[in-house]
């Protein structure tokens, strides 16, 4: 069953911690994205990777950080950098820019 | 770089009308513009999208047409249904071949 995995669903924090989501793919694609939404308002562009060992900041990358070691997961940490990172997190993918793009499930996460 | 705007941020009709929803966009270089349907809880799901090489395409009840002079594009459902009701994204690839949303459209279809 092809596709995007996100994973927590839901994930809790308290202020002043570090917390990485997981996104994994099996959709063989090349480019993968994070983006972050928040109530009434469209998609923001955190970090996108064109390819393994690849990745550049989109427009809101401030307080996050990516890694892109294998082909199929591209993980972001939420330091405690950033401000305010309650919100919605969603991962997607594509075979190249600009190609279109396949959405996860989404992980809420909300700092306490 | 590359600014969308959508309108109406909601939208309500009854079962069977036709409901349109707008966008328009900055960057005239700009040459896809896809459309995403997302329900409460949901990552958004591709629902229909435009190249800019043309100016209309239909799948069943659904419709893009775009207007590369005036830059706006626009999404047609025809006799909506209650299961179509959802938040409405339009995109379009700015600079650097990323994709900018608008903010969103909700569409409740009554019964």
Redesign the interface.
């Known amino acids: 069953d092809g596709g995007?995995t996100?994973s927590p669903k839901y994930l809790f924090r308290k202020e002043g911690q570090n917390v990485t989501l997981s996104c994994e793919q099996n959709l063989n694609h090349d480019a993968m994205y994070w983006y972050r939404q928040d109530p009434?308002?469209?998609?923001?562009?955190i970090y996108?990777s064109q390819i393994v060992n690849d990745f550049?900041k989109?427009d809101i990358a401030e307080g996050y950080s990516v890694s892109r070691e294998k082909k199929e997961s591209f993980p972001l940490t939420v330091t405690s950098a950033q401000k305010n990172p309650t919100a919605f997190y969603?991962c997607?993918s594509s075979m190249a820019?600009?190609q279109?793009?396949?959405?996860?499930?989404?992980t809420?996460l909300t700092v306490l | 770089g590359e600014n969308?705007e959508?309108h109406p941020?909601t939208l309500s009709v009854q079962e069977g009308d036709s409901a349109v929803i707008k966008c328009t966009y900055s960057d005239s270089a700009s040459n896809?513009f896809?459309w995403?349907k997302q329900e409460l809880?949901?990552?958004?799901?591709?629902i229909i999208?435009i190249r800019s090489n043309v100016g209309e395409k239909k799948d069943q009840r659904i419709a893009v047409t775009l207007n590369k002079t005036a830059k706006h594009f626009s999404l047609h459902i025809t006799e909506t249904q209650p299961e179509d009701s959802a938040v409405y994204?339009c995109a379009a690839?700015g600079g650097?071949?990323?994709?900018v949303?608008?903010?969103?459209t909700r569409l409740l279809v009554s019964p």
């Open positions: 995007i996100q009434g308002q469209g998609l923001r562009l996108y550049q989109g969603l997607a820019i600009p279109e793009q396949f959405f996860g499930p989404g809420r | 969308v959508q941020s896809y896809p995403y809880g949901k990552g958004p799901q591709l999208d994204f690839i650097f071949q990323k994709l949303f608008g903010t969103g």
